[in-house]
T-cell receptor, first 116, second 114 residues
Framework: DAGVIQSPRHEVTEMGQEVTLRCKPI?????LFWYRQTMMRGLELLIY????????DSGMPEDRFSAKMPNASFSTLKIQPSEPRDSAVYFC??????????????FGQGTRLTVV | AQSVTQPDIHITVSEGASLELRCNYS??????LFWYVQSPGQGLQLLLK??????LVQGIKGFEAEFKRSQSSFNLRKPSVHWSDAAEYFC????????????FGTGTRLQVTL
């Protein structure tokens, strides 16, 4: 398996523009997580899905952020409108719980977002 | 609420020297515990995890960690550091059962001198 695939790897956008980050989880994984990493706040969980259903979005900073998972192999994180303080590295991770046994989450390489 | 403290922001060790990275957690019961490593520009890679059982766990790349319930700690160790170990290390805690919401520490950046 190619692992968790995120695109784009780097994104530079102007304040006010819409930004869409994409994630393809590992095939067969039924949990998908979106994290944000900044120097100030470290790694923060934004939202996670189980079987394509959002379970906990309490980490989503505000209404400008939205996430979807239309099917088991694709998820998006959208920021509209974007602001300079959204600049961060956004990670997607996936995992499965085979037979109820918790396994580790596998992370993508991240999308570095810069909002100018 | 669960929390993780990594008291050392930055550590420098010489190649070949031993390493210990500290991690303390706050949780009402015994959580699931993880150590991840992040190389520059890369995602996080799991080094090792503890769910239950033997409190000394072995991971990849020669790392090990020891769970100490009495100290609420899960310190990461390596007997002999290699220059390629230079990276950022994150300790994480999750609720037992599903560990769906991992809480990460702020990370320790390891520098290795030759």
């Amino acid at each position: 398996d190619a692992g968790v695939i995120q695109s784009p790897r780097h994104e530079v956008t102007e304040m006010g523009q819409e930004v869409t980050l994409r994630c393809k989880p590992i095939s067969g994984h039924d949990y998908l997580f979106w994290y944000r990493q900044t120097m100030m706040r470290g790694l923060e969980l934004l939202i996670y899905f189980n079987n394509n259903v959002p379970i906990d979005d309490s980490g989503m900073p505000e209404d400008r952020f939205s996430a979807k998972m239309p099917n088991a192999s694709f998820s998006t994180l959208k920021i509209q409108p974007s602001e300079p303080r959204d600049s961060a590295v956004y990670f997607c991770a996936s995992r499965t719980v085979p037979g109820g046994i918790v396994t580790e989450a596998f992370f993508g390489q991240g999308t570095r977002l810069t909002v100018v | 609420a669960q929390s993780v403290t990594q008291p050392d922001i930055h550590i420098t060790v010489s190649e070949g020297a031993s390493l210990e990275l500290r991690c303390n957690y706050s949780y009402g019961a015994t959580p699931y515990l993880f150590w991840y490593v992040q190389s520059p520009g890369q995602g996080l890679q799991l080094l090792l995890k503890y769910f239950s059982g033997d409190t000394l766990v072995q991971g990849i790349k020669g790392f090990e960690a020891e769970f100490k319930r009495s100290q609420s700690s899960f310190n990461l160790r390596k007997p002999s550091v290699h220059w390629s170990d230079a990276a950022e290390y994150f300790c994480a805690v999750g609720a037992p059962g599903t560990a769906s919401k991992l809480t990460f520490g702020t990370g320790t950046r390891l520098q290795v001198t030759l």
